[in-house]
Nanobody
């Protein structure tokens, strides 16, 4: 049974930092690409960052230079380091297992339950 469990969300002030974690079980993590998505109230879910099995990364323009995605295959865990947080980063953040095709990340139907990030102004 595939499970993705996010953690690390919380309340932080503008300019602060958080590190999200996503532990994946039930599949061979090393062979999977991982994406972090977020969904703010009233908005569609959007891809924030993704990392391939080989460590290639992609970021949404809105988070470039502020967020860093990484992975630890030995721990079956992906991370999202978020710095210089802004109120517009407030959302539920979800971990996803997907695949890269032609340099583009595509989500597969494996999702965690999400972790809430709230950035106060």
């Amino acid at each position: 049974q595939v499970q993705l469990v996010e953690s690390g969300g919380g309340l932080v002030q503008t300019g602060g930092s958080l590190r999200l974690s996503c532990v994946v079980s039930g599949m061979t993590f090393t062979y999977k690409s991982i994406g972090w998505y977020r969904q703010a109230p009233g908005k569609q879910r959007e891809l924030v960052a993704a990392i391939s099995t080989g460590g290639m990364t992609n970021y949404a323009d809105s988070v470039k230079g502020r967020f860093t995605i990484s992975r630890d295959n030995a721990k079956n865990t992906a991370y999202l380091q978020m710095n210089s947080l802004k109120p517009e980063d407030t959302a539920v953040y979800y971990c996803n297992v997907g695949r890269y095709i032609g340099g583009t990340y595509y989500a597969m139907d494996y999702w965690g339950k999400g972790t809430l990030v709230t950035v106060s102004s």
